[in-house]
């Protein structure tokens, strides 16, 4: 099995900064992609960031300059630092991983999701 465990969310006023981090853990043989997503109250779940194997990034418009998605120092992590936050940036972040178990089948993970809250 595997679990993905976010960590990082809270409160913050408008400008401020935030770190999510991301920890997989269980039977896992690789992760070829890493990614944040959010939901904000009655919108759709939505691609925040996203980290490859190899270092390829991608960014919603929205966070682009403000936002900086990374992998972990520690062997399958991964990080989303936050800056410059804004009320819009408000939601529930989720971590998704797409990794390659043990039975070298690749699947897509998720997160149980931290809550940032924004106040301006």
């Known amino acids: 099995q595997v679990q993905l465990v976010e960590s990082g969310g809270g409160e913050v006023q408008a400008g401020g900064s935030l770190r999510l981090s991301c920890a997989a853990s269980?039977?896992?043989?690789?992760?070829?992609?890493m990614g944040w997503y959010r939901q904000a109250p009655g919108k759709q779940r939505e691609l925040v960031a996203r980290?490859?194997?190899?270092?390829?990034?991608n960014y919603a418009d929205s966070v682009k300059g403000r936002f900086t998605i990374s992998r972990g120092n520690a062997k399958n992590t991964g990080n989303l630092q936050m800056s410059s936050l804004k009320p819009e940036d408000t939601a529930v972040y989720y971590c998704?991983?797409?990794?390659?178990?043990?039975?070298?089948?690749?699947?897509?993970?998720w997160g149980q999701g931290t809550q940032v809250t924004v106040s301006s």
């Open positions: 980290i490859t194997s190899g270092d390829s990034t």
């Open positions: 269980g039977s896992i043989r690789s992760i070829n992609a």
């Open positions: 998704n991983a797409e990794i390659k178990a043990m039975d070298n089948m690749i699947r897509a993970y």
